[in-house]
């Protein structure tokens, strides 16, 4: 009896370790939905601000050469917004009105006073040479071009790796932990 006693103890504070390392990992990430973005932080560098829905064909097609934008340029973030949030969407029709447009079609990018809506080969071409002309981003890297990403993906986030590892370290807990023999005290 006296045996299983820290056993229990070690199982505690397994969980107890476990639970606190997925909160951290979770906070360390910045696990922010994009519905729930805050505002561009203006100090941060140059922002492509993108407007787009999940459901959107052509936003869909965008993601990808957005995501080239930033490996290529350094020094440029992208913002993402989810128009069918509503913060999202008030968000989007305050930076057209900012910029004397209205919000009516996306995917829609926004680099400082310039507005693109749709994407298609020529759009992708004028936000790249506006990207390459904005002050505070560095010219593209010369890898980038020669040697494209053949990965199909980023892999696996911070925060799905940490789920994952705590999740197989308490079922490996549950296993092989010692059990305490249960029976009738007379």
């Known amino acids: 009896m006296l045996r299983s006693r820290p056993d229990a103890i070690l199982l505690r504070a397994l969980v107890v370790a476990c639970a606190l390392l997925l909160l951290l990992t979770t906070m360390a990430a910045g696990a922010t939905p994009a519905s729930a ?6 100090d941060a560098g140059p922002v492509l601000e993108y407007y787009g829905t999940d459901t959107c064909p052509f936003c869909r097609e965008m993601q990808p050469f957005l995501d080239d934008l930033e490996v290529d340029y350094p020094g440029l973030r992208v913002a993402r917004y989810d128009v069918s949030d509503a913060d999202n969407a008030q968000r989007w029709e305050q930076e057209m009105a900012a910029r004397g447009e209205q919000a009516q079609g996306v ?15 020529q759009i992708a071409a004028d936000i790249e040479a506006s990207v390459a002309d ?7 890297r010369e890898d980038a071009a020669a040697a494209p990403d053949d990965t199909g993906g980023s892999g696996p986030s911070p925060i799905a790796i940490a789920i994952g590892a705590a999740v197989v370290l308490l079922v490996a807990v549950a296993l092989f932990a010692p059990r305490r023999a249960t029976g009738g005290r007379r």
Do not use: S
């Open 37 to 42: 973005q805050d505002a561009v932080d203006a």
């Open 134 to 140: 904005t002050p505070g981003v560095d010219t593209p």
């Open 107 to 121: 995917p829609t990018a926004l680099l400082g006073d310039e507005v693109w809506v749709g994407f298609n080969e």
